[in-house]
């Protein structure tokens, strides 16, 4: 079956542009994560849905950052006035549900890079 | 985060055995997970241990001790395919915190 989708894998801004991040789960799956992974580091965590409840947005780093998942499948993740600092991989990730034992499926990620 | 710490690289020949070490904050866990992510790829699942003990999958075991905050990573008869960066991730409630990565390079 389908895994996790994410559009676009690859993204350009320039500073000061907004930009707006694709996840598709895999259909049925209750949870949704974002993370963000800089160069030669692990995945960071973001925020967290449950099915369209944003249950936790404890990582966004500033309130740049926006996500929502409005009929709880589909996520986007918008950055408002990118900085260089917003330079990374953003992750999307999906579980069945949210309990012990439910690995995170992981999508293949957008890279973004602002100039 | 929550101090998921894990060796920066190792290297070893093709077939033999590498052992990548983690240590985690032992508050609030909720289950170890091991990742494997090639280069530009997305993490893909190896292993999950909730329980004290080894479980083993094919060439790739994982060991938990929860007293002592630790797990490792174990593989056997290393293939060139396997190098690649390997990730430990803790599961603190719902969410996973993950260690830096090991970078693991396989030699001929």
């Known amino acids: 079956g389908a895994g996790v989708s994410q559009s676009p894998r690859y993204k350009v801004a320039k500073r000061g542009q907004d930009v707006a991040l694709r996840c598709d789960p895999i259909?049925?799956?209750?949870?949704l994560f974002w993370y963000q992974q800089a160069l030669g580091q692990g995945p960071e965590f973001l925020t967290y849905?449950?099915?369209?409840?944003?249950?936790?947005k404890s990582g966004l780093p500033s309130d740049r950052f926006f996500a929502e998942r409005p009929e709880g499948s589909v996520s986007t993740l918008k950055i408002q006035r990118t900085q260089q600092e917003d330079s990374a991989v953003y992750l999307c990730a999906s579980s069945l549900f949210p309990g012990q034992g439910y690995e995170q499926y992981f999508g293949p990620g957008t890279r973004l890079t602002v100039t | 985060g929550q101090n998921i710490d894990q060796p920066t690289e190792m290297t070893a020949t093709e077939g033999a055995i590498v052992q990548i070490n983690c240590t985690y904050q032992?508050?609030?866990?909720?289950?170890l997970f091991w990742y494997q992510q090639h280069a530009g790829e997305a993490p893909t699942f190896l292993s999950y241990n909730v329980l004290d003990g080894l479980e083993e999958k094919g060439r790739f075991s994982s060991f938990l001790s929860r007293s002592k905050g630790y797990s490792y990573l174990l593989l056997k008869e290393l293939q060139m395919k396997d190098s690649a960066s390997y990730l430990c991730?803790?599961?603190?409630?719902?969410?996973?915190?993950f260690g830096a990565g090991t970078t693991v390079t396989v030699r001929a």
């Open positions: 032992t508050s609030g866990f909720n289950g």
């Open positions: 259909s049925g799956h209750v949870s």
């Open positions: 991730a803790v599961k603190y409630d719902y969410k996973l915190s």
């Open positions: 849905f449950q099915n369209e409840a944003q249950l936790d």
